[in-house]
T-cell receptor, first 115, second 112 residues
Framework: DGGITQSPKYLFRKEGQNVTLSCEQNLNHDAMYWYRQDPGQGLRLIYYSQIVNDFQKGDIAEGYSVSREKKESFPLTVTSAQKNPTAFYLC??????????????FGDGTRLSIL | EDQVTQSPEALRLQEGESSSLNCSYTVSGLRGLFWYRQDPGKGPEFLFT???AGEEKEKERLKATLTKKESFLHITAPKPEDSATYLCAVQAPVGSNYKLTFGKGTLLTVNP
């Protein structure tokens, strides 16, 4: 079955540590996205990529980094510079990121907590 | 700045009691309005895309409608399994790219 796989489901970070969240899709989608979800807030865009080897900052990119070396994969690194990383992280993909109004499809998220 | 406001924040219904959720938006150059369902601890599940005012989409007990300023998600004779958070999002151009702006969601609880 086609879909988006995020791993791990739960992740704990120590002070000063970088952690990487995995996102893999087999939908043959060009565009991929990372969002952060906090209680009582809408999803906020961290980074997005419309094509391999290219990505753009979203609204809250500080303290995060990404790479897009393969079409199927878009890992997110939460660096030690992100002072409030505790949140539910969601990865999404879409056929393309253009003006055609294609829906984004989401994985089941990674919940990151601070130790 | 694009804005999406969902109301009510929470809604509690009895099984079979029909109601509507509202999504009002302020955006320039709407490309699409999306409805999602999100269960606790899961990612949002895509339900509908609406592209232009007057458009309607239906799926089982759900019907989504769109005007120039808002969208409604009508739930007819809901069942307990319809309990979830319903999210609305709008897609619009930002420079040369296109961005989704999400509302905060409506938490729907359907009691048996």
């Amino acid at each position: 079955d086609g879909g988006i796989t995020q791993s791990p489901k739960y992740l704990f970070r120590k002070e000063g540590q970088n952690v990487t969240l995995s996102c893999e899709q087999n939908l043959n989608h060009d565009a991929m996205y990372w969002y952060r979800q906090d209680p009582g807030q809408g999803l906020r865009l961290i980074y997005y990529s419309q094509i391999v080897n290219d990505f753009q900052k979203g609204d809250i990119a500080e303290g995060y980094s990404v790479s897009r070396e393969k079409k199927e994969s878009f890992p997110l690194t939460v660096t030690s510079a992100q002072k409030n990383p505790t949140a539910f992280y969601l990865c999404a993909s879409a056929l393309n990121g253009g003006p055609s109004g294609q829906p984004q499809h989401f994985g089941d998220g990674t919940r990151l907590s601070i130790l | 700045e694009d804005q999406v406001t969902q109301s009510p924040e929470a809604l509690r219904l009895q099984e079979g009691e029909s109601s509507s959720l509202n999504c009002s938006y302020t955006v320039s150059g709407l490309r699409g309005l999306f409805w999602y369902r999100q269960d606790p601890g899961k990612g949002p599940e895509f339900l509908f895309t609406l592209y232009s005012a007057g458009e309607e989409k239906e799926k089982e007990r759900l019907k989504a409608t769109l005007t120039k300023k808002e969208s409604f998600l009508h739930i007819t004779a809901p069942k307990p399994e319809d309990s979830a958070t319903y999210l609305c999002a709008v897609q619009a151009p930002v420079g040369s790219n296109y961005k989704l702006t999400f509302g905060k969601g409506t938490l729907l609880t359907v009691n048996p």
